[in-house]
């Protein structure tokens, strides 16, 4: 059974930063199309960062250069660094195999 469990969130003030992971079990993530979304109050779902085959990364216009996508494959980790916090950027995230298999979520809140 393929299973993502995501971890990291938490409350931090604009300009702070953190680091969220997912852990996946059940499926070698080396050679998937890992990646992270979220979600806000009322909002849809939203690419946050994804890895491609044909792009290598892909960011959210939103979380270029603030962001950073990783993968620790002995680990069988997916890691997002969010740097540069900002309120908007609270939601609960998301981690995913492709967009077909999801992870619970983390709450990420940003204060002003």
């Known amino acids: 059974q393929v299973q993502l469990v995501e971890s990291g969130g938490g409350l931090v003030q604009a300009g702070g930063s953190l680091r969220l992971s997912c852990a996946a079990s059940?499926?070698?993530?080396?050679?998937?199309?890992m990646g992270w979304y979220r979600q806000a109050p009322g909002k849809e779902r939203e690419l946050v960062a994804k890895?491609?085959?044909?792009?290598?990364?892909i960011y959210a216009d939103s979380v270029q250069g603030r962001f950073t996508i990783s993968r620790d494959n002995a680990k069988n980790t997916v890691y997002l660094q969010m740097n540069s916090l900002k309120p908007e950027d609270t939601a609960i995230y998301f981690c995913?195999?492709?967009?077909?298999?999801w992870g619970q979520g983390t709450q990420v809140t940003v204060s002003a």
């Open positions: 890895f491609s085959s044909i792009a290598g990364v």
């Open positions: 059940g499926i070698r993530i080396s050679i998937k199309p």
């Open positions: 995913t195999i492709g967009g077909n298999t």
